[in-house]
């Protein structure tokens, strides 16, 4: 049972486009307190080492009203430009298109993905019960027993693609589905039909590599295909984890990339490239069987796309 919400002494009001995490993190690190703690006493965590990670997609009627009166905000505020944007916790952004860059998903001194060890994936804030840390630090744990804390929003001197302005567009076209109260038909279909042709891409992979002109993109894409096969051969797990987003946001670029643009293909032309990128990945997982002749469709314009 979740203990009644406490009044905060003082708090902060939501930013633009921030998520729950952040908030939580920002009003954490003003009170001198854990985010757990915070998340306690505001009726949204029964303990301070784990705040449920269901939060992030929904805050319940009875948990928004309990952590509106803790946090004294309105009723009808929804903790939604912060550090800490929601909208890149999707899967389908990949870039931030006020700078023009690609977003960065690993700390630059762990090299894991930014608060998402595979002890925390389930919690809206790892290690929510360790306080004194910045918004913008790392909350990976270190070879050490604490917290990593390197600060995510310095510069560093890694040398990083630079989305291209078709990718930028792409990014900017998917936002705007995104932000649409449009619930209907088109939208929907717009997405799902994405989902699978990024499934069929992600099956047949390298099959679909000469699609996109972005060749950077997509050798980012066959190094995750290249980790992902390797740790499917050492699983127990033999389901095929086609529908998973790679998390390196080049990566994730080149796949939505090469499905839009296969979408964008008359129906007959999709289907005979598709068609023929099964049986490439099926030739090539012959012994001694060449792969046989490129499959390179050519966009169209096409409703379906984005």
Known sequence: ML??????PRSLIPLPGESL????LRISHRLHQSPGE????TG???????IPGRHLLM???????????ATRLPKASKP????WQLQWRLAAVFACTTHNVFLHHLCPRCHQPVHGSTASRRQLIPFSNIGGLHPAQCRNPDPHGGLCGAWLNESTTVVRPQPSPQILALQQSVLRLLGTDDVTEPTNTAFSDLQVIAALVTATWPAAATVTPEGELATAFTEYAARRDDRAAGSADTIPQWTNVPGSPTAAAALIDTSNRLLRLPGPALT????CFSTRHHRRHLDGARPGPRCGPTAHPHSRSM
């Open 21 to 24: 995490p952040g908030l939580l």
């Open 59 to 69: 805050l319940e009627p009875p948990d928004l009203a309990a952590f509106s009166a």
């Open 272 to 275: 005979q490239a598709l068609t």
């Open 44 to 50: 949204l965590a029964a303990k301070v080492t784990h």
């Open 3 to 8: 203990p009644s919400p406490t009044p905060l």
């Open 80 to 83: 939604v430009r912060g550090p």
């Open 38 to 41: 915070i998340a306690r006493r």
